[in-house]
Nanobody
Framework: QVQFVESGGGLVQPGGSLRLSCAAS????????MSWYRQAPGKERELVAG????????KYADSVKGRFTISRDNAKNTVYLQMNSLKLEDTAVYYC??????????WGQGTQVTVSS
């Protein structure tokens, strides 16, 4: 059974940083690209960042380029999202999933990120 467990969210002031983690299980993690998505209240879920299976290629939404960094540890079946210079508009529930452009599995519970002064 495929499972994603996201963690690391919280309340942070504008300009602050957070590091999200996503522990994946139930599939061969090292063989799949992984991505982070987010969903803000009243909005559709959007792709934030993706990383290919070997970690050598990444992509980012224009809104987070230069501020967020996606990485992975295949030995730990974990993908990370380092978020710096956070803005109010980054407030959302953040999810991870397998795939580079299209989510391949059911969603986990996500982790709430709230940017507020």
């Amino acid at each position: 059974q495929v499972q994603f467990v996201e963690s690391g969210g919280g309340l942070v002031q504008p300009g602050g940083s957070l590091r999200l983690s996503c522990a994946a299980s139930g599939f061969t993690f090292s063989s799949y690209s992984m991505s982070w998505y987010r969903q803000a209240p009243g909005k559709e879920r959007e792709l934030v960042a993706g990383i290919i299976s070997g970690g050598g290629r990444t992509k980012y939404a224009d809104s987070v380029k230069g501020r967020f960094t996606i990485s992975r540890d295949n030995a730990k079946n974990t993908v990370y999202l380092q978020m710096n210079s956070l803005k109010l508009e980054d407030t959302a529930v953040y999810y991870c999933n397998a795939g580079f452009s299209l989510a391949l599995h059911a969603w986990g519970q996500g982790t709430q990120v709230t940017v507020s002064s």
